[in-house]
């Protein structure tokens, strides 16, 4: 042997170790993860002289409060800088952004926060390991920019959000070897994509460990799974405390208002928008058109943004081509409690996941072309198509039956076309920022991860565009309810969303619940519920609770005894969160229509009659509310039977519909047997 294969064997040992050692150190590295942070602010404790102080939170006006202050802006100097129309995640993030730069703000939307799109997402926040395959591929950069975007943007939601944001680990399930180092390969450089952004390392499970995380796993021909980390949130709740984020920080923030004009001066530029309160007809009032006046109008209207720029140009060209994406809810058995899955090849090479959710789990989507509607219905054909892909993966011992659905929607995903490109009929992969000849400003595509990104080049064109003047954010509210911490601070007239926490993240912490059972006697599940929901909110929203005059829990009376939302809720979400009507409270401030449509239509007479006292409704509203809720129902996959159900039946229990022909396809368990006497 050579001088020189001896000295490069000496070498060759240490040099393995060294390296080895090295990636074993730098995976094991100790890490702040994102999400995993203790609270910026403690938890209230008892004082010197015993008395148990609670946060002191910055109060928002009132809905009846902004309605005036949209009212005011016909005077020169109360004209507001910016009007967004559409209050949805991209609305809402515009909304905060550009509030946080020290401009005047105003939002208005036709229904509710994320009642559109918004709401009826995979609940994920996620760069996309499809995209990323399709990135190497088809050697796309765009398609690679996409999801280094993506993962950037999922570090900020468990940063500003923690308590509406986890990790989620998801499994990629193997039935051939050869998949192994291909998969592997994929999501060690969706690690490596992540960067600091990321957060544990994607990893290998044999075929028993595998079965161990999923058991309802089908054994035949799995060899192994690979799982990878991404993130998971509550989309409705995370859209509805942007909007109140921003309500604090002096926003005019107003639901349930519809933009029926838009306002040109003169020299045919936007000036203005004319508005209309459709709460006031809900309770059979008069309502007279408001008229608000702007130096930009923003278009964030998802899949209505055709309509909008209609109302500024009636000939321009469409833009927006529908996507449907169904959803269904299965119940919480069909997945572990702490891990999703994947399946990156179905029948017709599209990607579903199947995802626990709120005690439930999640399985979708599809993607099919569509026409634009407010509440789409979920059709038969996808659901079964979904329920038939959901079966191939899991043991044959698990019949996977119509009857277990407990809840079904459609989503509409805005694709869009840019009218600026040469070819105007080639979808744009990312997001579109668009300013009309007359100042119209469209910012449309995109996706939920991204909505912050989205808002950011939005309200950089918006201040470009009209010179408007951002500023430093003088005597900031104090969102954490103590003076521990300025958020203000940060505020120089640029961009922060991605540092301005929103309402509830400030005392956050993994351990919160612990607090609120000891102090207030909630059900443990309950306190749960409540933190990972409201953050530190959770304190007003559980004092805001009835005693039960029980032992335990002393406060905190469910509203539907199948899941922890409590009464307190509806009065926080009412005087807090501008919840105007029940499907409010029912679909976007909890989230018991979207996890079981059968237990939101039997807590809906508790629903009403608490919004009733709070809201001061007499029985024509009452009645209206019932109907318009039982027909949003539909939308969410409400049994056919069950649409016709009066108040009286549902109080008295007497939905039974095992007569019905429909009793198979919706009935959760079969029919008893008859006993022979």
Known sequence: MSRFAR???????????????????????????????????????????????????????????QIAELKKSNGEEEEYDMLVIGGGATGAGVA???????????????????????????????????????????????????????????????????????????????????????YWAGTKFYDFLAGSEGIESSYFLTRSKALDAFPMLKQTDLVGALVYYDGAHNDSRMNVSIAMTAAVYGATIVNHAEVTGLMKNDNGRLCGAVVKDLISERNGKKSDPITVKAKCIINCTGPFTDSI?????QDCKEIVAPASGVHVILPGYYSPSNMGLIDPSTSDGRVIFFLPWQGNTIAGTTDEPTTISQNPLPDEKSIQWILNEVSHYLSPDISVRRGDVLAAWAGIRPLVKDPKAKNTESLVRNHLVDISSSGLVTCAGGKWTTYRQMAEDCVDAAVKEFNLPTKPFVNAPRVSGTEAIDDGAILNGSCQTHNVRLIGAHGFSKTLFINLIQHFGVETEVAKHLTESYGDRAWTVAAMCK???????????????????????????????????????????????????????????????????????????????????????????????????????????????????????????????????
């Open 309 to 313: 720029r209609k109302l500024d140009d």
């Open 7 to 65: 000295g490069l064997r000496r070498i060759a040992l240490p040099a393995t170790v060294a390296v080895g050692g090295g990636a074993l150190l730098y995976s094991y590295r100790p890490r702040n993860i994102p999400g995993f942070e203790g609270p910026a602010v403690p938890p209230p404790i008892y004082g010197a002289d015993g008395t148990f102080k609670l946060p002191r939170f910055p109060k928002i006006k009132s809905r009846e409060e």
């Open 547 to 677: 005693p039960t005059d029980l032992r335990f829990p002393a406060r905190g009376e469910r509203i539907s005894r199948l899941y922890p939302f409590v009464d307190g809720e509806i009065r926080y979400a009412i005087a807090n969160e501008y919840a105007q009507t029940a499907v409010d409270v029912l679909a976007r401030r909890t989230r018991l229509a979207f996890l079981n449509a059968q237990a939101a239509l039997e807590c809906l007479p508790k629903i009403i009659d608490i919004m009733s006292q709070e809201l001061k409704w007499d029985r024509k509203r009452q009645e209206r509310e019932w109907k318009d809720t039982v027909a949003f129902l539909q939308s969410m996959g409400l049994p056919e039977p069950m649409l016709t159900a009066t108040r009286a039946q549902v109080e008295k229990g007497k939905l039974d519909f095992s007569s019905s022909l429909e009793y198979k396809m919706y009935s959760r368990h079969d029919k008893p047997p008859v006993v022979e006497e």
């Open 96 to 182: 905060l952004d550009a509030v946080t730069r020290g401009l005047k703000v105003a939002v208005v939307e036709r229904d509710d926060f994320s009642s559109g799109t918004s709401s009826k997402s995979t609940k994920l926040v996620h760069g996309g390991v499809r995209y990323l395959e399709k990135a190497v591929w088809n050697l796309d950069y765009n398609q690679y920019q996409l999801v280094k975007e993506a993962l950037k943007e999922r570090k900020y939601f468990l940063q500003t959000a923690p308590h509406l944001s986890s990790w989620l680990p998801i499994m990629l399930p193997l039935d051939k070897w050869w998949k192994a180092p291909y």
